[in-house]
């Protein structure tokens, strides 16, 4: 990503401007480096400015403490772990997907069956079969990760890891249930379910509520609002579940929908709400969240606003050392409080 310059017609620093941010990332980020010729690019931006707006310090501030090059680095070589939800579950389903391969009776550990609840013991497979595909079907969790890793990483983002998380599991099980449930009521030999297709359809679902006029390449080639191909995917498995052919489980993609649609209108993951209860937290009753405000960058709280601009001044004129522990603490909350507006 190519490095920002500061909009050089929206202030213009006082001399000691530059030296405030300089001391106050030192100060945030002690065991952090920055390349000299961002701070250079950033000084020739200030020294260039026309007008001065008091509390910009503080937003370039939060800007470097968020950037790439404001992070420790390790040299060498070494392989990091995986730092999202989606990656890690990715990398779990793909774990699991070779242990099924190679140990012939693993799937039938944890498959879900229709009559699962026959012996309540059964009740894990109800989460286990969500991470468990075809072994003789690799087009089965190629497109389940594909669209799991397409659509889901931008509702991370939105949602918060735990939140993200908890939507996800929960789906898996609200559709292994509503499948288990529709399935024990037909006749015929028992019939088992795997794959990630619950939890993917509500990942995908809540994409589509959430940003419905995103263009996607349906099939990979016809362009189309990720609405359109919602409604496709819709009737598809409405199909599916009724006629019930083509081993696909139209009924568990419609409830794993269904809670990802749930979830949009209300808010609420049951999965999180009974977390919850089991860590001895209890939850506001489910309902509808307030409409949202619109928040501008320089809507941070006026008082804050000034205590920042205050400590910053203090920097400049005595040094960091003489900021006192409940100062280090107010300028890095404003640092927070910043980047969840951003």
Known sequence: MPDRLIPTDRLKPSVSTFQQIQQAVILLSPQKTFEPKILIRLKLSLENAHEHDPSFIQQILMGLYDRDYGRDHPSGFMISSPKTITAKIVLLTAGVYGLQLFIEPFTSWFVLTDDWFRQPWNGYRLLSYGFLHSPRDLGHILINMFVFWMFGQELERKYGRREYLWLYLWAIVFAGLVWSLIEVGYPGPPVFLVGASGGVAAIF??????????????????????????????????????????????????????????YYKFGFSPGRWLADRLTGFTPKLPRRGPKLRIHEPNDMDSTMTQQVDAILKKINEQGQDSLSAKERSLLEKASREYQKRK
Do not use: T
Request: cysteine-free; proline content about 5%.
């Open 205 to 262: 679902a809540l994409y589509a509520l959430n940003f419905p006029r995103r263009q996607i390449l349906f099939m990979f080639i016809i362009p189309m609002p990720i609405w359109v191909a919602a409604l496709i995917g819709l009737l598809y498995d409405i199909n599916h579940a009724m006629n019930r052919s083509g081993n696909i489980a139209g009924a568990a993609h419609l409830a794993g929908a269904l809670a990802g649609l749930y």
